[in-house]
């Protein structure tokens, strides 16, 4: 029996530096909102899977 082909990346490292960019520019626009620190952990977990 075969093996299943390999899953392909859906984001490319590319898309991960303009999802992480577009996730700063509405970060600085909340800075003053309970909501910010969800979106300061999601822009720190796109710069650590950049790194993969």
Do not use: N, Q
Not at 8 to 13: D, E, F, G, K, M
């Amino acid at each position: 029996m075969s093996e299943p082909p390999r899953a392909r990346a859906v984001l490319s490292t590319e898309d991960f530096k303009l999802l992480r960019e577009a996730v700063l520019f509405y970060l600085k626009e909340i800075e003053d909102k309970p909501e910010s620190v969800k979106f300061s952990h999601l822009y720190h977990r796109l710069g650590s899977a950049m790194g993969r």
